[in-house]
């Protein structure tokens, strides 16, 4: 891991051009690239997350999280146009929105969820 691209990189660093350069999401393939265990990966994105909101070198993690579900960092920037709820929301502009986002991590819940899916924060 520390000789990624021939060089002695930080842990951050490292995952940060996992899924800059090569757009791979999925923490299990994160952890096979970076040679790290996937619940460091999972510390380490985690870190970085409450990191962006005041400093610009984590920006690409402003409002991404990890669904637990999946195994995968969830970031804005990497999803299809917002994601299901904004393509419903253009294709039927009336449409009732029944979605609640978490406030805290940023995941969308459905409305029979009590808690964040993604976290487990109860709803605000």
Not at 17 to 23: E, P, R, T, W
Not at 54 to 70: E, P, Q, R, V
Not at 114 to 124: E, L, R
Request: with cysteine; glycine share 6%; aromatic share 6%.
């Amino acid at each position: 891991m520390f000789d990624f691209l021939g060089k002695n990189k930080k842990k951050e660093d490292v995952i940060i051009s996992i899924i800059s350069v090569s757009k791979i999401t999925s923490i299990q393939e994160i952890s096979e690239v970076s040679e790290l265990n996937e619940d460091e990966v999972c510390s380490v994105i985690e870190k970085m997350i409450v990191k962006s909101t005041n400093d610009s070198h984590y920006k690409l993690f402003k409002n991404a999280h990890i669904n637990k579900k999946t195994n995968e960092v969830v970031i804005a920037k990497y999803t299809s146009s917002g994601g299901v709820a904004n393509l419903i929301g253009k294709l039927m502009p009336g449409a009732a929105r029944a979605d609640w986002k978490c406030k805290f991590c940023g995941a969308t819940n459905k409305t029979k969820d009590k808690k964040c899916i993604s976290c487990g924060a109860g709803v605000f």
